[in-house]
């Protein structure tokens, strides 16, 4: 009788996380699916629902940030979208998706949406 209790004890907590996981996996499918047809709002949408899934799975994080600060780029909020990208270089150094975060930074400094940091720091101004 223990086994029999013990068996679906482990059945039932595999269950949820794999349902868990799944749950997260439908919800990043769709907002890529958003993102590629334009649809910024829904890719947010979509993008809160794998945090609220993903709280105990940190490893999905940057993938999510990563796709934030893509849609915020798309919506011309540069600024926001540099900040999200420094956010995963920051929390995620070795991740492949600092490097990527990198590159973004790069690209929106290259085309004047996003200052240098040697051009953003604050100059002192003399009296």
Known sequence: MRFV?????????????????????????????????????????ELSKVDRDSRARRYVQPEVSMMRGQCLERQKLFIDAAQTYEFIIASYPQSEYAYRARARLETLQSLGHYPTRSAAAVQPTGF
């Open 5 to 45: 209790l013990i068996a679906a004890l482990a059945i039932s907590a595999l269950s949820v996380t794999g349902c868990t996981r799944w749950s997260m996996n439908h919800h990043l499918n769709n907002a890529y699916s958003a993102y590629d047809r334009g649809n910024c709002e829904q890719v947010m949408l």
